[in-house]
């Protein structure tokens, strides 16, 4: 009966064992295949962080007066919004977290154009249509604009002197040449909210251009206000700088326009992602912007490598060595425990860093201490006299209460330091809670099933009978 028991245990660990160590292998080509017309196609890349991978990292704060006070929905808007940047920008495994109230942080593993990404990041976004009346406006120009209506003799606009223009607006054709900026405040004809969507696309000589749909109120808009205005400018503005100025040769009711001219292929992809997502409710400022080069990241992984190698082996040669015989199978359920984790940061997918590399050395210790308190309790169930298969139970059993209570208490320190990572920013924190948490729970797994299961079944071949096999040198009380 125990027999057949633990060979269906064995079956099981062998399966799990075989699947994870082919995910855990580096090389592993991730699962591909086409099954009765059901296509699979996986691969589980090994995610770097920052730290390892190399990238920027920029921290990012509201810029309001002092002494404003923003409201927290405000920057949880905004840090939604950042997301959502980030994410268009291809990069792989970003991190956007809130920091301090006011401030956010954003890492971005493997960017090569660390300015552009920049620009994408605390650009608000703010697209407008306003009203030049008779007079082009300057491409570069700074201006000030109202959703009222058209007031003549305000403040002066602060013109950009000699910037260049990063675009040209084409809603219909005609543009004219620009002139010098007027002192008006402009009158908003819409807004980048009603936009419906934005999307890069090139023009006949293959030059890229920005492509936008408007949302039917915005068609409504646009058709009302380009029918009674043929003949005047229509200038589009990007956080209140001129991008172009066309001029309105006829009614455009068509719900849709084109944002062309000097473009390249990453300028008109950020001012889509700015479009896309939307204005930031509340301006942002760049505090810092660090670089990290990826040969410190390729050292500290060999680093790390290298450290957990040499822990791995004193570990397993302890175990070994003091336990004899049930040290060598803990230390082949430790290198199942290993594989597993491993394929399980893959599978999940586990941002990995220096820290969360630290996380997971720690809890290969901690994996054995499970076996090292079941181990002293199979010895001194073996002194009292017990038989092998009753002391392997009893220790076992009189020993998950120790184990339970200080793995527990391990995953309850793991959720408050990864919620005051995810809280104040803190990202390594947070990755070492999570590759720890998870070495935890994968070590109940091996520490509880796996030895168990290969120690019964070496019992039951009936083959080791001496207790010096089993680390025990004193001779038993009673008979065995």
Known sequence: MFLHRDLRMLI???????FAFFIADPGSPGFHVNIFGLSINQDFPIREGLDLKGGVQVLLQADVPPGTKIDPSSMQAVQTIVTQRVNALGVSEPVVQAASGDRIIVQLPGLKDPDAAIQTLGNTGLLEFIDAGTTPLAPGTVVTTSLGGPTTNQVSPTATAGAAPTASATATSGAASPTPASTKVYQTVMTGKDLKSADVGFDQYNQPQVN????????????????????????????????????INEPITGGSGVISGGFTLDSARSLVIQLRYGALPIPLKVVESTQVGPTLGSQAVQQSIVAGAIGLGIVLAFMLLYYRVPGLLAD????????????????????????GIAGFILSIGMAVDA????FERMKEELRAGRTLRAAIDAGFSRAWTSIRDSNFSTLITCAILFWFGATFGASIIQGFALTLAIGV?????????????????????????????????QPAKGTS
């Open 332 to 355: 082949l359920a430790l290198v199942i425990y290993a594989a597993v984790t491993f394929a399980l940061f893959r599978i999940i997918p586990v941002t990995l860093t220096l820290a």
């Open 441 to 473: 729970i994968v070590s109940l797994f091996t520490a509880i099933l796996v030895s168990r299961t290969f120690l019964q079944l070496v019992v039951d071949t009936g083959l080791l009978h001496d207790l010096t096999w089993y680390g025990l040198d």
């Open 12 to 18: 099981g660990i062998v399966i799990v064992a075989a």
């Open 371 to 374: 076996n090292i308190l079941i």
């Open 212 to 247: 936008f749909t408007l949302t039917a109120e915005g068609s409504k808009k646009f058709a009302d206000y380009t029918s009674t205005h043929v003949k005047q400018y229509l200038a589009i503005t990007l956080d209140k700088k001129v991008i172009e100025s066309p001029i």
